[in-house]
């Protein structure tokens, strides 16, 4: 599965954007997807995943009641919407499938996931 993300921007403290990550390959749905972001001079980090179905999510305890994953297979899909951001949340922000087809996220381990995208950008100003 590879992917392209889009969607990032300026925005200030507060506000919110919605990330978009378009997949190809025709068994996307079998795939559990995931977000994660770079902040420049910093690791990655995963953000969230949601499962191949859509039923299941997980997200970063930094994002968790502010964000939110969601999929439309028929359109292979994946969204980020990200609300009450903050200056901290600013970060080149990527999408990716996992290694294997149905699989559910196991916490902590991101490298469970393929390729990343070229990622988008986030900037939040405070």
């Known amino acids: 599965v590879q992917v392209v993300e889009s969607g990032g921007g300026l925005v200030q403290a507060g506000g919110s954007l919605r990330l978009s990550c378009a997949a190809s390959?025709?068994?996307?749905?079998?795939?559990?997807m995931g977000w994660s972001r770079q902040a420049p001079g910093k690791e990655r980090e995963f953000v969230a995943s949601?499962?191949?179905?859509?039923?299941?999510?997980y997200y970063a305890d930094s994002v968790k009641g502010r964000f939110t994953s969601s999929r439309d297979n028929a359109k292979n899909m994946v969204y980020l919407q990200m609300n009450s951001l903050k200056p901290e949340d600013t970060a080149v922000y990527y999408c990716a499938a996992s290694l294997a087809p149905y699989t559910n996220y196991r916490p902590g381990d991101i490298t469970q996931f393929g390729s990343w995208g070229q990622g988008t950008q986030v900037t939040v100003s405070s």
């Open positions: 390959g025709r068994t996307f749905s079998s795939y559990t």
């Open positions: 949601i499962s191949w179905s859509g039923g299941n999510t």
